[in-house]
């Protein structure tokens, strides 16, 4: 059975792109993107994490908050544990392969 996990939204970015490098020199930027979308109710906004690796994270260190951006990648969930209270805690990122400015 072939198993598909590919997202793409469009959104704005909440912030400016944080921008790292590794000890091992890999570099990757962090950005929030905020989606809205219609219900049959209401509208809302669904803010997402997306990180990007190597190359697409060097041509994407520069995006400023507000820029409204598309983002095609695949969904991988972060886990990690809280510092001060011990627990587990998951989120789902958005593994980018191409972001473009619109």
């Not at 000890?23 to 209401?42: D, F, H, I, W």
């Amino acid at each position: 059975m072939n198993h598909i996990n590919q997202i793409i939204i469009v959104g704005n970015l909440t912030r400016d792109a944080i921008h790292n490098e590794g000890k091992t020199g890999l570099r990757c930027t962090t950005l929030s993107v905020a989606s809205n979308y219609k219900t049959s109710e209401r509208e809302d906004v669904c803010f997402v994490d997306v990180k990007l690796f190597g190359e697409s994270a060097i041509e994407t260190a520069d995006l400023k908050k507000g820029q409204q951006v598309i983002v095609q990648g695949r969904l991988k969930e972060d886990s990690w544990t809280d510092k001060s209270t011990g627990e587990k805690r998951t989120k789902m990122v958005i593994m980018a392969s191409q972001v473009e400015t619109v």
